[in-house]
């Protein structure tokens, strides 16, 4: 399931509110400012700092 592009445009990392991308492979938004993961469970975005992956620099 792909995630809608508005609710992409709305969406904003819970952490420092900065715009987030997706992924490659659409499992995940990625804030490239926290350097953070968030995943994406059966298309429902996880918008929980705590869930999200840090990513490597």
């Known amino acids: 399931m792909e ?3 508005k609710l992409l445009e709305i969406l904003a ?3 420092c ?3 987030l991308t997706l992924t490659e492979l659409n499992d995940g938004l990625v804030c490239p400012v926290c350097k ?3 995943p994406i469970r059966e298309g429902i975005p996880v918008m929980l ?5 840090t990513l490597a620099d």
């Open 36 to 38: 953070l993961k968030y």
């Open 3 to 5: 995630l809608n592009e």
């Open 17 to 19: 509110k900065g715009d």
């Open 49 to 53: 700092v705590d869930e999200a992956e």
């Open 13 to 15: 990392c819970p952490k």
